[in-house]
C-alpha cells in the first residue's frame, strides 16, 4: 500500500504543471481567476487546440484515435493539476461523452468523421438527453424519430442543454419505437445544429447567465447514417456513455483550487485581532471540509486504483459524486459566509460578486448529472443490494 | 399567554395580502424589476395610500402605531410578495429611527413625508468596520463652526438609491450619533448597485459633509441605536418567514404535481422526509420570529440582543435549508429565473448575511450564555 | 401576541415551584441528579403519592375523576417545573395513557375500580402494544384473544414493555377478529399481572439496565368485563391513547434541565485559562442548542394555544416529538463530549457514568412513542398532504 | 499509488479473521466479557501462537515487523471482532514504545515476553492535564540515588488491570521520559474499572515510586513520545473501521430482513438513503484509516500530525453516525444486549473519547491549517 504517487507519476506531475505554467494563456488564466470562463466558448476552443497541439487534447482516448493513451491515474493527475492552475474544463459532452460512444459504438465512417474534429475543437458538441417531463426518470423521453426512407424526422425538444448556444453538433436520444417498453425503442443519433427545423432558446438562470437550453425540433430530417449503433439499442449506449462521464468526477482539482481560495481569503480577513483562518469557530469549519476533501481524494484514488485493476466504472463513482458536489457546494457557502455582507452586491466588477454567483450556480452540482437523491438510489439498489 | 392577533392586527395582514396578490403578482413584480430603478414609485404611492407607510409612526404622531407585531405581520406578507420597494428600509427602520430618536421638531418635520412616501429615508450604518462588531463605526462627524462635518463609509446600504435622505450613524467624539444627511449633499457620493436578491443598494461616501446643528437626531444614540437595529433586525425577519413560507408552499405543490417514474416526487418517502424537514425549520422559524417580535422593544439591551441574536442565527439556518431543499426538489426548475423559488432562494441568501450574518448572532449568543 | 405567561400562569408557577421546594424529598431528588431514578419504582410511587396527598395527582385529568381540571398551559408549566427541580417523572402508563381511555371508553364500573387506584400509585400500570412483528406496523399485532364464555383466553407475546416488572396491570391491544383486516379486528383489554399464564423476562439493555420486557401469555384468561369499549373497536381506543400519550411530548422541562446541567459542568471545565463555555468552538455548540431549545419552548407553547382554542392535539405533536428528542439527544452527545475520556469509565460511582449511561439510554428517545422516521411520513401523510 | 496488500500482510488479515471466526465468536466473547478480568489468558496465549503479539516487534529482534500495515489489517480483524484482550495497548503500543525508545538490553529483556505474552505493559500516558495539550504531563521523575522517583496520576489508561508492566511518561526536568515500573512496585495504586465499550482501564496514582537507573527507556523523548502516540492512534483508526464495517453490515443484513408494512424496511427509501450516507461515511473512514496507517510513521511530526488528527476526527464523525444510524435502523433491537449491534455502538463511543476526543483533534488540524 502506497498512497503516494510513485516517481514515474511524480515526474508526469512534473510535466503536466510546468506545460500549464508555460502554455496556459494568461488572459484565460485571468478570466478563470476573476469569473469562472469556463462557460467562454472562445477560451475553452483555444485552450483545446493548445492542447490538441501538444498532443493532450484527449486525455482518457486511446493512442489509435489520437488520444494520450494515459494510465487512469494520468489522466487524474493531468485534470487535477488544469484544474488547480485555473485551466478552463475541457468540453465534456465532445471528448468524455459522444466520442467514447463512436469509439465503441460507431461506424469507422463515423469515427473517421467525427473524432478527429473533436479533437481539434472544430466541432462543439452539445447534449440532447432530458426533456421537459423526462429529468430524473431519462426513459420516460418521449421526442419522436419516424423513419422516412433513408431519413429520420425529428420532433420534440431537449432541455437543460448545456451550452448548446455555441453548438455545431447535438447527440440525442430519441424514440424510434414508440410501441416498445420506455428503455427499449430509444436511439442514438448525432445531428447537425445547422439542420432546418432546430430552434435554440437559452434559458436565463438564477445567478443571471445563460448556461442551458431549450431545443425544439420541428420536422428535422437527418440521415439515417448518423444514427450510432443498432436501431432502438440506445439506452445501452447512454448507460455506456454514463460511465465514461463519471470519469473524475469527485472534482478534486477545482475543490482543491476553491479551498486554497478561501483559506488565503479567510487569512487576509482580520477579526478581533487575527485572521479568520485562525478564528476558532470559522476555522473549524475550513479545517473541517479540507479533512473531508483529504478522505475524498484518497476514496477517489482507490476507485481509480481499482478501475485500473480492471473493474469497469462501477456504482463507486455515485459515492465520488455525492461527496465531491457536497464538498465544493460547502467551500461555495464558506467563500459567502467569509464574505459577510460583502457576498449581498451582486455586479460583475464586484469583489464579492464571484463568491456569490458561483454560490448561486453550484446548486447545479447536486442536481444535473444524476441528482444527489438519483445517486443514492444508486448506492442503495446497486452497492448495498437494497 | 397568548398567541392570537387583534382585529387590527388581522387586518393589516389582510390588506397587505391582498394588494399582493391583487398588484404585485410575479410578473408584475418582474417588470418592477426590470425596470430602471428595480422598484416602482407606483406601488410605493400605493402603499402610502393603504397606510402602510404609517405603520411605524405612533398615533399620536398621526400615524397607524402598529409597533412590532404589525411590522410581524406586514413583513411577512413583504416577504411573501418579495416587494422590492424599500419598505423596511424607509418605512420601518428609518421611521422607527426618527421616532426613537428625532425631536418634536424632527419628527414633524419628516414623519408626515414618511408615512406620505415622498420622502424616503434610510439609516445608514454598516461599515467594513463594523462586520465583526455591529457598534465598530469609524465615520466621525466633527463639531464644525454652529454643525457638524460628517466624513467616513458606508457600505452595502439597502436601498440607498432610492432615498432621499439618509440617516447616518457616527462618532461625535466620545458619544454616538445619527444625522440626517440629505442624499443630495455636497459631499455624498454613491455607489450603486444591484444586490443578490435583487434589490438595490450603495456604498456610500461622506466627504466633509457640511450638516446644520439641528441635522443631529438626539443626543448620545449609544443605546438607541442598538435598539433601533433590533427593532429592523425584527422586521427583516418577519420578511424572511413569508419567504420560507411561501418557497415551501411552492416546493410542496411542485412535488404534487411533477410525475417522474410514474408518480408524483412527493409520493417518495426520502423526498417526503425532506419536506418534513423543512417544515420543522419553517415552524421553528415562525417561532423564532414571533419571539424577535416579541423582545424587539425590551428595554433591557442583554436581553433583547440574546432573544434576537438566538431568533437571527436560528432563522439563518432555516433559511439556508429550506431555500437550498426547495431548489434541489425542483431541480432544473429551481435553477431558472422563471419561476419563483429562486427569487426566494435569493432573498433568503441575502437574508443570511443581512443585519449580523449567522455565523456573528451565534457568536454573540454564545459570548452571553450564562449559567442562570 | 403574548409569548410570557400571564400573571396567574406566573402565580401558579411560582405555588408549584414552591411546592416543589419544599415537598420534593431530598433523597429522591438526589438520586435523580446522581442517576436517572424514574425508573426506581419506590420513588416514582412515593412521589405520586406525595401528588395525590396535595391534589395533584393527576394533572390532565378532569376534576370529576379527582384531577386538577388544570388548562393544558398549567399541565405544560406544572410538567416543566417538576422535570426542572428533578422530579421524578409521573408514570405515563395509568395516568396518561389507560386512564383518560377509560375516562373516555370505559364503563361506570371501570372507571370506579381502576381511576382512584390510579391517581393514587395504588396500581402500576404498564402497556402491552409491541409484539416481535409489530413494531412501526402496530396494526399488524397477533397476540390472539378467544372468547370461551365470559373469559378471553389470551396467547401470546408482547415485547418493549418499559417498566413492567414492576406491574400489577398491564392493558394490552389483542387481537380478538383474525379474519378481519388488520385495524378492524383488535380489542384493547385491562390484564391483572397476577392471573395464571404470565411470564415477564426483563430485557437486558445497552446501558446494562432492565426497562423493557417480554411478556408472554399462554393461556391466560381475563373476564370479559375487562374489556374496554366495544370488541373489535380496540384501534380506535389505541389512537385516542396516543393522541393523549403526545401532551408535553417534546420534554422542555427535561431538555431545560439537563441542558443547565451541561452549561454548570462547561462553566467548570477549563481549557487554555478559560472555560468550555467560553470556548468559542464548544460554546457554539451549545449557544446552537439553546437556541433550538428557545424556538421549540415556542413552538410547544403555540401548540397548546391552539390546542386550547379548541382543536384536538394534532399532528404538530410529531414536530415537537422529533425535534424535542433530537435536542435531549444532542444535549445528551454535548455532556458526553465535554466529558471527553472522564466519559469513557462506566461504573456506578464514577462521575463521567451518568452522562454516558444518559447517551446510551436516551437512543430510545428516537426509537419509542413512534420513531422518528414513523413521525416524519405522520408529518408528510397528515400536515403536508403528500 | 498502489492500494493492494502484499501476501505477507494478506495472510495476517485472514488468520486473524479466521482465528476470530472460530474461537471468538458473538458468544464466547461473551462469557469473556461476563468473566471476573473481562478478557481471555486463553485468547491471549493463542494470539501470542498465532504470531500476532509480535507483529510490531521488528524481524532483526525476533519479531514479524508488519509495521503500520500489518496493524491496519489485524486492527481491521480486532475492530470486527470486538477482542476484549489487551492487544492494542500491549502489542502495538507498549510493544513499539519498547522498540522505537528502548535500549539493546531492554529490548531484550522485554520484547520476547511480550511476543510471547508473559509480560502485559501498557503505556500510561494521558492525565487530566493532557485533554486538551497531549503533551501536557504533570507525572514527574526526579533523580533519587543511582535511580529515579516517579510521581503523579494517569487516567483512563486501557487493560492497565492486566498489565504487569507499565511505561509511564513522565517529565524529568526539561526533558521528558518513559518509565518502566512494574505493576506491582510500592507506590503504584491502581483503580480499575470497566470501560463503556466493556474493556477494562483504570486510573493509577504513582506515589514517589523508586525506580532503578535502567527504567527509563531511551533519553529525551520529546519527539519520541508523540511518535509513539500517532503510531498507536493509527492502529486504534483500524481497529474502529473494523467495527464500522461491521455494525453497517449489521444493518444491512437487518434492513433486508425485518419485514413491516409488508415490506423489508430496507426498501423504504428513506431509510436507504440513510444507509447510503452510512456507507459514504464509511468509505470516508476507510480512506482515512489507510491515511493514518501511510502517515504514522512519517519522520515529520507536523505532517504526521495534521493527517492523524483529520483521520481521528473524520472517523470519529463517521463513527457516531454510523453507530447511532445502526441502532437507530434496528429499532428497539438496536437498544438490547443481545445483538452485536450495541456492543459495535459502544466500542464506537469509547474510539471517539479515546487518544483525543473529535473535537480536539479537529482543533489540532485546524492550528496548522496553512495557505500553501
Redo the contacts between chains.
Sequence with gaps: MDLDFNLEEQAFRDEVRQFLATELPADIRDRMRRDDASRIRDDIVRWQKILHAKGWGAPAWPVEFGGTGWSKTRQYIFENECAMADAPAQLAFGIKMVAPVIMRYGSPEQQQRFLPRILAAEDWWCQGYSETGSGSDLASLKMKAERDGDEYVLNGQKVWNTLGQFADWIFCLVRTDPSAKPQKGISFVLIDMKTPGISVRPTRLLDGTYEVNEIRFDNVRVPVSNRVGEENQGWTYAKFLLGHERTNIAGIGFCKRELLRLKQDAAGTIKDGRSLLEDPAFGNKVAQVEIELTALEVTNMRVIFAEAANHAPGPEASMLKIRGTEIMQRISELQVELLGPAALAYRPDHDGSRATAAYLNLRKLSIFGGSNEIQRNIIAHMILGL | ?????TDE?QMLLDTTRRFIAERYGFEHRNQVRASADGWSREVWAQLAELGLLAINIPEEEGGIGAGP?GN?LVGNAIGEGMLLEPFWSSAVVATHAIVALGSAEQKSKWLPALAGGETIAVLAH?EAST??DAMNVETRATPSGDGWELSGRK??VYHAPAANLLLVSARAGDEWGVFAVPADATGVRSSP?????EQR?ADLVFEKVALAADARLGGDARQSLQAVLDYGLAALCAEAFGAMDRILAAT?SY??SR????API????????R???M??HL??????S??A??RCTDPDPAARGAALS?AK??MGQAA?YIG?QA??LH??M?????LDV??Y??RL??FE??CG????H??N??RQ???A
Design positions: 399567554m397568548d398567541f392570537s392577533f392586527q407585531v410581524l454598516e462586520r465583526f457600505s452595502a448597485y444591484a444586490t443578490v436578491d443598494a410542496l412535488s404534487r410525475v417522474q417514474f410514474g412527493g409520493s417518495f418517502q426520502a423526498l417526503q422526509h419536506m418534513a424537514e417544515l420543522m415552524e421553528q422559524a415562525r417561532s423564532m414571533y419571539l417580535a416579541s438566538a442565527a436560528l439556508r437550498q431548489v434541489q431541480g432544473g429551481g435553477m431558472t429565473d422563471e429562486s427569487h432562494f435569493k441568501l441575502a448575511l443581512r450574518t449567522t455565523d456573528q451565534l457568536e449568543y454564545r450564555l450564562r449559567v
